[in-house]
Every structure is written in C-alpha cells, then in structure tokens.
C-alpha cells in the first residue's frame, strides 16, 4: 500500500513529520518498508524563462534558446522540442542533474558545435507521465528560478504492508484513522461533493445471487465529460504506483485506494436492459480490461445484461462495456459481495487485482451509500452531468458483532497497564462503540474482531507495544529439567544421524498441487483445502517424497550433477472419524551422481536400491529400532519400481520403512531424469525404548576371543537372504553375536532353481573357551535351523 505525505494529510490533520509517522506506523502494526521523496530526484531542475528561440545553425529540428533561471546571466540551452518557445516558462535541468527517466547525469556540453548548459525537460523525462510530445509548459505565474520539486508539490512516498486481517487499512482513510488514533493528529471528515439527485434511474439493477452478492447499489450519471484528470489526482493516484487512464476511471481508483472500496463505470450507452449480479453461465466468456477472454463457471459471480457478462463480479471490469472519451452517460456500480467466492474466482482464474485484494479479504459493508454519494459527488463537480436516484437491490450485512469486554484484561493478557478511560477513548478513536457495562460494538469494517482479546490487542498496539515491560518467565531452582520429549529426541538424532550420513536437509511445503497428492495417496482420502493460497498447494501432503522429488528436479534444472536431500515432517491423512491424521516421517531422496566419473571406476556411478536400503537400516538404527529382527519384504507402493524395492517391517504388518528405486512413470509424472532412489521411515511406527536408562552402561569387553566359522547353504532361489540369515542368528542368541553373508553364488556346481549362500557366523564364550563338542553341538543348531527354510549345508 503506497501513499503520499500529502494524500496522508487530506484526511489526517497533522504536523508530524514523515519520520515521526513512520515510527508510529510501525509501532500500531503498519510495517513501514520504504519512504520515497520524489523530490530527491528532481534535485537540480528549476522552473525557468524562456526568453528568445531561434534556429541552430546546423541542425533544422534544434532550437538554441536563451533561458533566465532567476539568478545570474541567462543561459543558452539547445532544444529540440517542437513546443519551445520564446516567452514560455518550462523546466531547466541545469548541470549535475540527474534526469530521473534514463539515469543521465546532465553537463556543459556542445550540440552540433553550439554550447548547451543543459535540458529542458519533458514529462516523461521526469517521470511524471507519459507525454514526450514536447517539453513541460508551465503557467505565466509559475516563479521563475523556484525549485521545481518544491513548485511542483512533490512529496515524500510512504509504503506499508498491510496484513490481511486489516483490511480497514486498504485505504488511505483507513490509515489516517488510525494514526489519529495513536494521537498523530486528527481525523478529519469525509468530504462529499454536494450534488441534487433528480429522478428515478433509467436502468433496472438488480441481484439474482444473494450469497454471492449480498447488496448491489447503481445509479446513472447522464452528461457527463471524460478527459484528462486534474493534477492533484494524478499526483495522488502516482504516489500509489497507478497510472492515470481518463477522469471516470481515475476516480473509481482514488475511491478504491483513498476508502478501500472498490467500485465501477459502464458507458451507459452499451448496456442492453437490465443490469444485475448473477452466477456466470456455464462455459460463458468475458473479455477483460487486461484484453484477455475468461470462461466462466456457475461457481463464479458476473456481472451481465441481457446481452452478455460485462464485469467478473469483484475482480475486474469487461472490454466491451468500459468508459472512453466518447462517454456521455455512465451507469456507477458498487457492491458488497462474498470473500470466499471472489478468492475462489480469482484463484481459478489465475486472475489478480486491487479490487480483488480488497474483496477478498472484506470491503467495510457500511460503506455503500456514502461511498456511492462521494463517487457521484467527485463525477458530478469535475465531470459534470446530473445523478438520478440510487437503486438498492439486495442487503449487505448489518448485524454487527458485541463483545462484552473486561479493562482488566489488558494488564493480565497484554502486559501494561491503561487506564480505563484511555482504553474507552482508543476503542472509540478507532471506531468501536463502548456501550454500558463495557459491551463493546464491532464496526462491521473489522473482520478481524472475534473476542475480547482481540480489543486487547487493539488497546495495546495504540497505547504502545513499546509499553509493554520484558518480564523473565518464572524459574524453578535447581538444576533445570529436560523440556525435549522422547519424539523431539528421536528427531533430533536423525537429523544428526542423515547430515552424518552426506544428505542435506531440505524443507518443503506441507501442501502439494492436488495430481501430486494424489499419486502418492494411499488407500485415505486427501485433505483438499476449500480455499487454498494457491492452486499449486491445495492438497496436503500425504507423503514427503513428492516435495523432494520436486526440489531434486529445481536442483537439476539449476546444473546440480547430485541431490542427496532428506527431510522429516508430518504426513496428512483423513481418518475413518473424518479427522486429521497427521504422521511423523522421515522421507529421503538420492538423485543424480553418487560418484563422479574417474580413471579408477569409469564412468560415473548412479544410486540403486542397495545404497537406498543401506540408508534405510542405518537411520532406523540411529533411531533405536532393532534393525537384526526387521524383515524385508514387498509391497513399497505404485510410486517405486516393483522390482528394485521392497519394505522393512516388524513382523508382517508393521511397515518401519519402505526403500528402493522411483518407478520410471512416478519419474516422468514428476518431469524427473532418473534414476532416482528413495526412502521413506514412518516414525510412528518405531516402537519406543522400554525401560531406556539415562546413561548407556560403561563397555566390558568379553575376557574369552570370539571363534568365527563359515556355513555354505544350498537355498532354493526365490529364498531371500536375509531370512536366511536371521534363522542363523536365532540358532543361540546367547552365544551367537553375529552373522554375515559374504557369498552369493549360482552357476556351475549349484542345482537349477537354487543359489548358494555363504555366511560368517560369530560365536562368542561366555564362561569357558569352546570345546570341540561346543562348537560341533553349535553347528549343528546353526544346520538344523537353516534347514527349516529348505537350506541344505553344501558338501
């Protein structure tokens, strides 16, 4: 929200300066984010006399012009605009300036071998409009030798970011209101032009959707002059960034920036009947003052006539109906219509606007008929014309909300101490009605209000933020108690554990565009959002690999040759209750390069399944879950290769974690280059350590040497090893400490149908070394117990 000090100061009746207002409008919630004074670019230009203008002796489009500044001798200054003149007065850019449109910092110099001592300067140059036909004219009374910053009226720009539970503060009245709140000044009234409305309006206005457009207000303007606007609009509308369009056009704006509150023109002559706020037909088209056509659905609100759409209610005005010079009779529109249906528009549409902006967040629904009157009042003093009677079709909302409020709560819940009549006095400065017993009414401009502590916070911003006392929070003695709970710890060591591992942490939304939600759905149905930011996120995430499949594709896309990202966050799922089911998970993804291409490997290496499986067990086990009785088995999902993937689980029904290579069609649904491995730990699932000390008990070394013996197994080929290996291991658990396979053979020698498997068995004495019976009795438990999975010992 841009605004000028002398915008400010048509409402607001201050000496303040501009520093002082923008500490005050940080202090009440309006963050200041810059001040621009224009009259810091027009530093060096003057307002000067042209005296004579003759011919350049060697060029037929220059003028050599002799021009008093009002100080000293007069200056020579060639020019080539077709406008200059003896007797006129312009603007002179004197040497050492800086032209404001192009950055040229203006010198003594010689055109075509006549001495310049400057540029008199166009409107465009200087940045205060379009027109570059010739150079400024000014008028006879303009003072010659004044600094033109200060003829002209510049004044300092101030931009704010407005929140958008304040939509009060949309216009610059908004502003001013609360700044004479914080006792900057004080608010002056809202002027309205006097005009006579005479006669009944010739057009029938009318609204067939209430919901959509609760009130819908119109009268018709007959006469009317369009041309260019005054000066002090187009300087107020400048400050604001907008570019004057015509004198109709420019006070619709001046109303939508100056009150918050959008409204609208239609040259009369190009309506056809009646005009009234509808729901758009399906598969019905409007072409847009932005020359783009829009097809519409009934979920929209339009504004039409028996003809056609001429307005996308709320959001933008059509092509076919606007104003132009030619325009005699206008019809004025203002309306109230529904926020949640203008920000479901407009984000359907892909199509933005201030009056969007406004709408969507909640105009002020009392403002229709004074803001009406004041339009027509600015119409009719500038433009001319005569006003028929207001048409009113339909309510807007009237019942204005009443909060029984308790001056105590501010010190209990906001820190400092008001007194009682100074908070009555800044609830009534910002609008509010303070009734008997402290029954507070809510203007119907604040949105925002919902309960008494929201009126504390508005006491407080106004008395002071800076009032507010820093109080330390109550501490127990003693040594400090651990805060973090088992969850934050298990996070915690994970992160540790991943960046350990080489994997960077990335952070991505919890919201997802709905066809990459939907294919990582599982069997629960999504959480859409009915009014989401964007439609790019409007599903939320029921796994964590999409997001990061989408950040491995932004890195490739910027030459990043590898991508080993993880991140942990929480999934979300309907549960069968219809409420929220959030889950904790870790999710990881390995793109790209594991290894660069050199003269001892070759090529480049990619990642596979085995490195994603090997990351899977050692971040469950940093997390505490016993990784030697995790069974590996199938079923990771649709979006990994069937093949090159499986899940590591708890038994046959608790999934820990599911691994492997990114299914080519997940790959190219994603515009992903693969391939791309992942894996994806459902934190939920681990089961908690029972019992867990506070300190890890100190590390005894065994007194007696461990003996390792090797076991070669024919297995039949669809056996995996893994099973083979747990059967090993549960042989003896009390003298077996570990098993590994170190040989998987098939080929010459090995039966059809079978491999062989080869695993180092560790076996560790307790009381006494190992006798030649200890050992025979131990293998022969290790042979017996691969035998129940069809393992036979190779001879």
Known sequence: MRFSLTWLKDHLETSATVAEICDALNAIGLEVEGVEDPADKLAGFRVAHVLSAARHPDADKLQVLTVDTGEGDPLQVVCGAPNAR????????????????????????????????????????????????????LPDDAPVGASFADYHGASPVIEVAVTPNRPDCMG?????????????????PIATPTFTAAGACPVEICTDDPEGCPAFYGRVIKGVANGASPDWLQQRLGSAGQRPISLLVDLTNYLMLGFGRPAHVYDLAK???AVVARRAKNGEQVLALNEKTYTLDPEMVVIADDVQVHDIAGIMGGEDSGVSEATIDVLLEIAYFDPARIGATGRKLGLS????????????????????DLLTGLIVELAGGAASDVVRAGSPPSDAKVIAFDPALTLRLGGVEVAEAEQKRILESLGFAVGEGWQVTCPLR?????????????????????????????????VARPTATPQQKLERGLRRAAAASGLNEAITWSFLPEWAAEHFAFDQPLWVLANPISEDMKAMRPSLLPGLLMAAKRNADRGAASSR??????RYFRSGNGLSDEKQTLGTVLAGEKAERGWQAGKAKVFDAYDAKALALQLLEAAGAPVANLMVMGEAGAQFHPGQSATLRLGPKVVLARFGMVHPATLKAFDVDGPIAAVELF????????????????FAPPALQAVTRDFAFLVPEALAAGDLVRAVQGADKAVITGVRLFDVFAGQGVPEGHKSLAVE???QPCESSFKDADLKALAEKIIAAAAKLGAELRG
Request: aromatic share 4%; glycine share 12%; with cysteine.
């Open 761 to 763: 068995v560790t076996m």
């Open 172 to 188: 610059v009245y908004g502003i001013a209101r609360d700044l004479a709140a914080k006792g900057l000044g004080t608010l002056k």
């Open 86 to 137: 003896a007797g006129m007065k312009g603007v002179l850019g004197l040497p050492g300036a800086t032209v404001p449109a192009n950055g040229m910092v203006l010198r003594k110099s010689a055109i075509r071998g006549v001495e310049s001592n400057g540029m008199m300067c166009s409107v465009r140059e200087l940045e205060l409009g379009e027109d570059h036909d010739g150079i400024i004219e």
């Open 353 to 372: 606007s201030d009056a969007r902006t406004r709408f969507e967040r909640g105009v002020d629904p009392e403002f229709l008929d004074d803001g009406l």
């Open 446 to 478: 604040r949105h925002d209000i919902e309960a008494t502590a929201d009126l504390v916070e508005e006491v407080v911003r106004i008395h002071g933020l800076d009032a507010v006392a820093s109080v330390a929070l109550p501490r127990a003695g003693g």
């Open 271 to 273: 309506l056809s009947g």
């Open 683 to 698: 934190l939920d699932a681990i089961p908690a350590k029972k019992n867990a000390a506070f300190a890890r008990p100190s």
């Open 565 to 570: 990202l993880f991140e942990i966050g929480r």
